[in-house]
């Protein structure tokens, strides 16, 4: 009985190392079963005894990517309970904003890139009907704790332009990833160095909360006016 288990753990763990490289290599359109268990070197009945279809086994990789990087954002400081970002001074909270954003690049530029940028590169040029799924359990989690924070350094944000807000902050860490090949040319740079991920968080973090201040100030100058 322990040999059997012994086994089926193992054949489990080719089965999701396979999936996970054919994934970023080729999309989930771009991958079948046939693939994943030659890979894995088993027979194609196993794929489908152990995982179901195609789509459950994307998202047993997927979720394995998507509790790393809950992990990492935990020991990086980049996530805090609701009720304790409401008692965290502004120096704190932009702190854990700095985190937050130096975590999420770390993941999408490394050095290496993690298997996760890659995965989420392919799903956004190529959605697969697994997206709702990722929307729920990983984007929409990730975008409302962003917005948690943004909310306490900005308290008079609300609906929209919060949402903006978040979306600006999360779109200049995309940027790098996303238009890598073009951004490493300019660069002249062959790859993104080792401490970029962190120099480029500073600027974002920075950039955001001058721009955050700017628009508040503004706005009330404009009802004084």
Same mark, same amino acid.
Do not use: W
């Given at each position: 009985?322990?040999?059997?288990?012994?086994?089926?753990?193992?054949?489990?763990?080719?089965?999701?190392? /396979?999936?996970? &490289?054919?994934?970023?290599? %080729?999309?989930?359109? !771009?991958?079948?079963? +046939?693939?994943? $268990?030659?890979? @894995? #070197?088993?027979?194609?009945?196993?794929?489908?005894?152990?995982?179901?279809?195609?789509?459950?086994?994307?998202?047993?990789?997927?979720? /394995?990517?998507? &509790?790393?990087?809950?992990? %990492?954002?935990?020991? !990086?400081?980049?996530? +805090?309970?609701? $009720?304790?970002? @409401? #008692?965290?001074?502004?120096?704190?909270?932009?702190?854990?904003?700095?985190?937050?954003?130096?975590?999420?690049?770390?993941?999408?530029?490394?050095?290496?890139?993690?298997?996760?940028?890659?995965?989420?590169?392919?799903?956004?040029?190529?959605?697969?009907?697994?997206?709702?799924?990722?929307?729920?359990?990983?984007?929409?989690?990730?975008?409302?704790?962003?917005?948690?924070?943004?909310?306490?350094?900005?308290?008079?944000?609300?609906?929209?332009?919060?949402?903006?807000?978040?979306?600006?902050?999360?779109?200049?860490?995309?940027?790098?990833?996303?238009?890598?090949?073009?951004?490493?040319?300019?660069?002249?740079?062959?790859?993104?160095?080792?401490?970029?991920?962190?120099?480029?968080?500073?600027?974002?973090?920075?950039?955001?909360?001058?721009?955050?201040?700017?628009?508040?100030?503004?706005?009330?100058?404009?009802?004084?006016?």
């Amino acid at each position: 009985m322990f040999v059997q288990a012994h086994e089926s753990g193992r054949t489990r763990e080719r089965l999701i190392a /396979a999936a996970s &490289a054919l994934f970023a290599e %080729r999309g989930f359109h !771009g991958t079948t079963i +046939r693939d994943i $268990a030659d890979r @894995a #070197r088993v027979n194609v009945a196993a794929g489908h005894y152990y995982y179901g279809s195609k789509k459950a086994l994307y998202l047993e990789v997927l979720r /394995a990517q998507f &509790a790393d990087i809950r992990a %990492r954002l935990e020991r !990086g400081g980049g996530t +805090r309970p609701a $009720a304790e970002l @409401a #008692r965290l001074s502004r120096a704190a909270l932009v702190a854990v904003l700095r985190a937050r954003v130096g975590t999420m690049l770390e993941v999408l530029l490394g050095p290496p890139p993690s298997l996760h940028a890659t995965l989420m590169q392919r799903e956004m040029c190529d959605p697969s009907e697994a997206l709702p799924v990722i929307v729920e359990e990983f984007v929409r989690p990730m975008m409302q704790e962003t917005r948690e924070i943004i909310a306490h350094l900005r308290p008079e944000l609300r609906g929209d332009r919060l949402d903006r807000a978040v979306f600006s902050i999360l779109g200049q860490a995309l940027f790098y990833r996303l238009t890598m090949p073009a951004t490493l040319r300019l660069l002249a740079l062959p790859a993104y160095p080792r401490g970029f991920a962190r120099k480029v968080a500073e600027h974002i973090t920075e950039f955001s909360i001058g721009g955050l201040a700017h628009g508040g100030t503004r706005r009330r100058r404009a009802r004084a006016r």
